[in-house]
């Protein structure tokens, strides 16, 4: 699913210009611990953490892009930091859960594959 379409179901905005780019697997966290024990590489990050930590830790594990929840405040900083790793932003005012089930229902798969209907 094209992270274009990932914005409309969750009613979210770009918190800069990248390019839109396909992610069919997401997960959720908050911790930065269970992100590097469980990221993979091209997974769409749900998280209500926007911290250089989270960042680096995104980075790292080579997730796809950050879905920012919970209408999180975001620092011009976190921005330019997520520019330079070339990590797309999305932000949306829903909660985690809503946007888990809405992508989930959509048609994303969780980190084992597992997809709505299956």
């Not at 069919?24 to 992100?35: F, K, N």
């Not at 990221?39 to 250089?52: F, H, Q, S, V």
């Not at 997730?63 to 990590?87: C, H």
């Amino acid at each position: 699913m094209l992270l274009s379409e990932i914005i409309k179901i969750v009613d979210g905005k770009k918190l800069w210009d990248f390019d839109d780019k396909n992610c069919d697997v997401c997960g959720a966290t908050d911790m930065v611990s269970e992100l590097l024990a469980i990221g993979r590489d091209d997974i769409l990050l749900i998280t209500g953490l926007a911290t250089p930590q989270m960042l680096k830790a995104a980075d790292i594990v080579r997730v796809s892009a950050i879905l920012l929840v919970r209408g999180k405040d975001i620092t011009p900083q976190f921005i330019e930091m997520s520019k330079e790793y070339r990590i797309p932003l999305i932000s949306t005012k829903l909660l985690m859960f809503t946007v888990c089930g809405k992508l989930f229902c959509a048609g994303l798969s969780d980190i084992n594959g597992n997809r709505y209907g299956n």
